[in-house]
């Protein structure tokens, strides 16, 4: 069942980001605290600077900081959390309702990390996304998808997926993706997250291992069925956890 979002879009390009507060972050080990809007600051005044409009889901912050710090391009949306799912989790079913509320009017979407993402050009005005519309964009890292960290992050999934351990052996040696940075033409998007949602809905609505599955299941689904349609890697985003703070020819920075 879908949500209904008390929002007008303003744009049929959109960025959206979700700041769930309050919650054990397994990736941070740490509780966010509430109403902490520094956290999204440098995303938000990254898309105000380029005149685009962004969209942070929220279960946090107080009035009077989204009253202090929404303008034209910034809008703050507050939604109530589902404790079932963790928050990495969580985001991407908040995600896909959006869209199927406002498939109509949104033609262009990318879904952002917010702590650690700042825009740097206009993704949706690039000759390289205009005439790639049934394309997935998303950032990656200097690594392969066989290495240790995913090896244990994808154990919960392994074990619940058939054909799992065959996605894993065929793409040993590919680029491991990263779900900081997703985005595409809506009608992308919304195939791909009803898609990603499915497998957390069936596969991993049962996780108890210290991983979240995010990353597991992004990789599944964008490279078993977006891969002849998929771009990562620059110019979509700077090298992961490579600080490039100056970097200036790529869409996204992360960290």
């Not at 896909?96 to 702590?115: E, Q």
């Not at 997935?136 to 351990?165: A, Y």
């Not at 890697?233 to 600080?243: D, E, L, R, T």
Request: charge should be negative; proline fraction near 2%.
């Amino acid at each position: 069942m879908t949500t209904l979002f008390n929002y007008t879009p303003r744009s049929e390009n959109i960025i959206l980001a979700c700041h769930i507060a309050g919650v054990y972050d397994v990736n941070r080990s740490t509780t966010l605290e509430h109403d902490h809007y520094a956290l999204v600051q440098a995303w938000a005044e990254s898309i105000q600077a380029l005149g685009l409009q962004g969209v942070i889901f929220h279960n946090n912050f107080s009035e009077e900081t989204c009253e202090k710090y929404s303008n034209e391009n910034i809008s703050f949306i507050k939604i109530e959390y589902n404790a079932k799912w963790n928050p990495n989790v969580f985001r991407y079913f908040i995600y896909r309702d959006f869209l199927l509320n406002f498939a109509s009017t949104v033609h262009s979407v990318f879904v952002t990390d917010v702590s650690d993402v700042v825009v740097v050009k206009n993704p949706f005005e690039t000759f390289l996304f205009q005439e790639n519309r049934n394309t997935l964009f998303c950032g990656d890292e200097p690594k392969t998808l066989d290495n240790e960290w995913m090896n244990d992050h994808s154990t919960h999934l392994r074990n619940q997926i058939t054909g799992f351990v065959e996605y894993e052996q065929s793409f040993a040696q590919s680029t491991l993706l990263n779900c900081g940075i997703i985005g595409g033409s809506t009608t992308v998007m919304l195939n791909f997250l009803e898609k990603l949602c499915f497998i957390h809905e069936h596969f991993n609505i049962n996780n108890e291992t210290a991983y979240t599955g995010d990353m597991g299941a992004f990789n599944y689904i964008a490279r078993t069925q977006f891969k002849d349609r998929l771009i990562n890697g620059a110019p979509v985003n700077s090298i992961f956890k490579g600080y490039e703070g100056s970097r200036m020819d790529c869409w996204f920075r992360h960290k």
